[in-house]
């Protein structure tokens, strides 16, 4: 077992770090590569979480007892871990006071044919049911949840509006609670599940409208009785800390210096960052913004006091990197690039001029960071990273328990999953739209299987971007959330809004109460935008909203597995979901399904989708002037390196979109060759010129009247030439990168 002296050892080691950060690197990928095939066919996947504790603990014994004279380090530690193994298996599966086994009637072990126990298999609690639900929501929690649940309802308008952000079954359970109703015959009326009267009371509770009506049972008298045994934070430890501030030059000389120790154990690796993360970081600095505080441990240890940085590593660490020139400030993420500062007037001997009243005069001036390296920024904004001040709240006489303990609580926290840091890329107008939908539109609480939870995780706003996508902008589709957020801020007018949101209440209306089922089969977070820009085309054809109904119980029966010229659902199980290719297939097939089965005539439509614009635009004819993705996937590695993945091609997609214009005839007619010429500036660290180049050549009259060719090649040839002519400009030309505003 590691005590307390064999951490302090392996600390003070630097091979023995090296080895542990090797495999606990990437939240220890090589490490659980090598139990992978020790325990593969042996146990069960659930197992595996229990077992990567054993093996983090084999680790740090064998970093400490290895000796590299006797054994290779990785035969040794297999080795360890296979007996650890053999050990968990003895002590997990075979006996009775760590398992469940099966026993007859009699209580009498009953062993299958070999002689071995029958073991009734544990189950996490977060694993799914056929219902979507976690086990440990049908479990008993010993609370009554009428119970919980008291309310002091006014009889005024409030009551109306709370009661109105209800679904219809959370209304009617309530309204039916508040007439005393016993739960089992609410159930009964309502015709639901266990499980559903449960999730209804709960989405109630964790109604943020419910506050104001709700009565705090524990409100006078508080008294709650604590177990002594239980660890409690004591006073003298809670006052054992102070909060300070301190300079960014303070800080990165005390990490330079080895006063701050950097490389605690449970710490990641530094340089964690995207670099849109770093360069938005950079700039908030020289903006002058305040950043999350810092966090370190002071340790005493043989009369020494370390101390140890537990949160604030990829702050510091980019930090020094940008201050020692490493890392130079790119365009992606860095909205706030150009940054104002205060420069004095100076005479001709380099002193401060002073005005009318012998204060020193100075003026305005705006510096762009893009491209910058530290040694590059102007002597104010030098002196306004090094002074920058930073929170610091720091912990004395610390033990290592007590590190380990601070850590957690640090970082025990859920960071913003993409749809919510997606919503983040809007305006507050165009936000305020989305959530006009996705918060009170009634089709997401009494249609379809939309969750409390997709309401707290921000997937419903998802579903509005991308259905306003799907119905208005399909051809502009892209993979990534954050370019369709981005897209959609651009380009979406309020109009558009209130026709999505009309359609929504329209199909809700259609549905009625009597295919809360059928809704629930067929629209999730994930299939809702598709559905509803079916439901937008069929909304043209003039006819009963009813009929539509009936075309979604008839595909949910059987039309999901017919084929349309050899094209089923089925063929797009194994494609990526949300790839262009993928939901405009899935769409059109849909289409064409409904029109079959309504007998709807499309012998001149077949061959065509409705565009955006309402202009309609052959396919062949599209794929042979943009590409599909598997196409420009192909010809960027054909043209700039057989190296590039599809992930690259993500992001060389979202910079196209930033800087051009989807109506631009550049961006239709050379599509393609962008991309590659993206990637080929990034790959010669010329993505900042590319910026600039765009922006310019989009403007250009002759380039806009230019008549591009069918192909590819041939367009990619003349741009990344005109690309080339510019950079050899600019080499030749003086750049000045202050701008006087004065």
């Known amino acids: 077992m590691i005590n307390k002296e064999m951490m302090r050892i392996i600390n003070s080691n630097p091979e023995m770090m090296k080895i542990i950060n090797d495999y606990s690197d990437d939240e220890n990928k090589k490490l659980k590569k090598l139990c992978h095939k020790i325990w593969l066919g042996k146990i069960d996947m659930y197992e595996y979480d229990d077992l990567y504790d054993v093996a983090i603990q084999c680790l740090m014994e064998s970093v400490y007892s290895f000796n590299s004279e006797k054994a290779n380090f990785e035969t040794y530690l297999t080795g360890n871990i296979k007996r650890k193994f053999d050990t968990w298996m003895r002590d997990n599966r075979f006996r009775l006071k760590r398992n469940n086994l099966v026993t007859d009637e009699k209580g009498k072990i009953i062993y299958d044919e070999n002689g071995t126990p029958t073991i009734i298999k544990n189950i996490s609690l977060d694993a799914h049911t056929e219902d979507d639900n976690n086990l440990i929501e049908k479990l008993d929690s010993g609370i009554n949840i009428e119970d919980e649940c008291k309310f002091n309802f006014d009889s005024d308008e409030k009551v109306e509006k709370f009661l109105n952000s209800l679904s219809k079954i959370q209304k009617n359970i309530l309204l039916m609670r508040m007439e005393d109703f016993p739960s089992e015959k609410i159930k009964e009326e309502l015709g639901i599940s266990n499980g559903e009267y449960n999730s209804a009371m709960k989405a109630i509770k964790m109604n943020k409208g419910l506050s104001m009506f709700s009565i705090n049972k524990n409100d006078g008298g508080y008294n709650m009785e604590v177990n002594m045994e239980d660890r409690i934070i004591e006073i003298s430890e809670s006052e054992n800390y102070r909060m300070d501030k301190y300079s960014m030059y303070s800080l990165l000389q005390d990490k330079k210096n080895g006063d701050m120790n950097c490389n605690y154990i449970l710490q990641r690796e530094p340089f964690q960052w995207s670099k849109e993360e770093a360069n938005r970081y950079f700039c908030r600095i020289l903006s002058n913004l305040p950043i999350p505080e810092i966090i370190l441990c002071e340790q005493k240890k043989k009369g020494l006091t370390i101390s140890h940085l537990i949160d604030g590593l990829q702050r510091l660490s980019y930090a020094e990197a940008f201050k020692e020139n490493r890392i130079k400030i790119g365009s992606a993420g860095a909205e706030r690039h150009l940054i104002q500062y205060r420069d004095y007037v100076l005479d001709d ?71 919510q840091g997606g919503l983040l890329n809007v305006s507050a107008d165009i936000a305020g739209h989305i959530k006009k939908i996705s918060q009170k539109n009634s089709f997401f609480k009494n249609c379809g299987k939309f969750t409390n939870n997709n309401s707290i995780k921000g997937k419903l706003e998802r579903v509005v971007v991308e259905s306003i996508m799907l119905l208005f902008f399909r051809e502009s589709w892209r993979a990534s959330l954050d370019s369709i957020y981005k897209f959609v801020n651009e380009n979406t007018t309020e109009q558009q809004f209130l026709k999505l949101n009309s359609q929504f209440n329209r199909l809700e209306l259609a549905l009625g109460d009597n295919n809360k089922d059928l809704s629930k089969e067929l629209f999730t977070p994930t299939t809702m935008p598709m559905w509803i820009s079916v439901f937008d085309k069929f909304t043209t054809y003039n006819i009963e909203d009813s009929r539509f109904v009936d075309f979604l119980n008839a595909y949910n029966i059987e039309l999901k597995d017919k084929e349309i010229n050899g094209i089923s659902m089925a063929d797009f199980k194994d494609q990526q979901t949300k790839k262009k290719t993928t939901i405009v297939g899935k769409i059109d097939l849909l289409i064409r399904l409904m029109n079959d089965f309504l007998h709807i005539d499309t012998t001149e439509t077949e061959n065509n989708i409705e565009s955006s614009d309402n202009k309609v635009i052959n396919v062949n004819e599209s794929e042979q002037n943009t590409g599909c993705d598997d196409e420009i996937l192909s010809f960027v590695k054909e043209n700039v390196a057989d190296d590039i993945e599809e992930v690259d ?94």
């Open 349 to 419: 001997n380099g002193n401060r001029v002073p005005d009318e009243e012998g204060f020193p005069e100075y003026e305005m001036k705006v510096f762009d960071v893009i491209g910058k390296y530290y040694k590059d920024l102007p002597d104010e904004l030098k002196k306004r990273f090094n002074n920058f001040n930073i929170n610091v709240t720091k912990f004395f006489d610390c033990t290592d328990e007590q590190i380990a303990d601070h850590i957690r609580d640090y970082n025990n926290h859920a960071s913003m999953n993409k749809e």
């Open 649 to 742: 091609i993500d992001e060389y997609q979202e910079f196209v979109d930033e800087y051009l214009k989807i109506d631009n005839p550049l961006y239709i007619k050379c599509k393609a060759a962008l991309i590659a010429l993206t990637a080929y500036a990034y790959r010669t660290e010329k993505d900042i010129e590319l910026a600039t180049w765009l922006e310019n050549y989009q403007k250009n009259t002759n380039a806009i009247d230019k008549n591009y060719s069918p192909s590819q090649d041939v367009n990619y040839k003349y741009i990344k030439m005109d690309f080339d002519n510019y950079i050899n400009f600019l080499k030749n030309s003086k750049k000045g990168g202050i701008i006087n505003v004065n």
